[in-house]
């Protein structure tokens, strides 16, 4: 590899981080943010990101990240172990389904993809048990496209916070890697039946997530201590494919559901 192109692809696997008005941190690939970096613009409101290009078909290009997961020994571990030993341990009918922080499918990273045929494989499971009637998406970083073939697919987007509120026993609360304090707020009023998110063990012990991270507030630290005692844990099976699943576990409830 010569010297220009070693140079050239340092620069492009760079990471930043920015947070927008709302709170969210998003992670951004490329050089540094500025009239190179043409899909990045910079509103009052923060970082929006806008799709590239508009004209995407994402209906073909999540077509083929399905298949790729769907293959996969991880797809069939995980469908496997949510039939036979989650599903029936929850007691409730899921009827919402919840996504949080999933990131946009329009700029072309993988994670985001990946995770979302996930989710999708597992609404086509969790249909056959009982129907999910509404399926919502929440992330100020959803491009026009991304909004536009979500609600192609019969989904809701709504806009930060509604979707916190939204969470009930009959949940299935879908958030990866979403930061302590919104996963908190997410399951503050009422316990999921089942959720997909970030590892809870790890945020408490804050060794496997950045020292700005760190849980410090103590309602924070109080919310999810109370979440992790009162639900089971499965840690994400290993997806070759793609690392999103790292520090990401699958949690159901302990116990039935108030009232259930």
Known sequence: MS?????????????QKVVDAQGWTHVVRGPK?????????TGLDGLS?????????LRNILSRYDKIWTSSPACE???????????????????????????????????????????SSILRLLNQESRVDQVIFQDPAFTRSDMEYLETQGHTVVASPAAFDLVDPNTFLFAPH????????????????????????????????P????VG???????????????KC??????????WYLFTSLYWRSHPADGS
């Not at 943010?33 to 613009?41: D, Q, Y």
């Not at 994400?236 to 690392?243: N, V």
């Open 211 to 214: 020292s700005d991270h760190q």
């Open 234 to 243: 499965y840690p994400m099976p290993k997806f070759e494919q793609d690392p």
């Open 77 to 119: 571990k995980l469908l496997t172990f949510l039939e036979e030993e989650v599903i029936p341990a929850a007691e409730v009918a899921i009827r919402k389904c919840i996504c949080l922080g999933l990131g946009s499918l329009s700029d072309g990273r993988e994670s985001s993809r990946f995770q979302f045929v996930t989710l």
């Open 217 to 231: 507030d103590f309602d924070t630290r109080k919310i999810l201590q109370r979440f992790r005692a009162e639900t």
């Open 33 to 41: 943010l500025g009239h190179a970096h043409s899909r990045l613009v």
């Open 178 to 209: 979403l930061e302590h304090e919104y996963y908190a707020k997410a399951v503050e009023k009422h316990l999921p039946a089942i959720t997909i998110g970030s590892d809870v063990d790890a945020l408490l012990e804050g060794t496997c997530i």
């Open 3 to 15: 010297k220009s192109s070693a140079k050239f692809k340092n620069a492009k696997d760079k990471r």
């Open 49 to 57: 990101i806008s799709p590239l290009p508009d004209t995407i078909d």
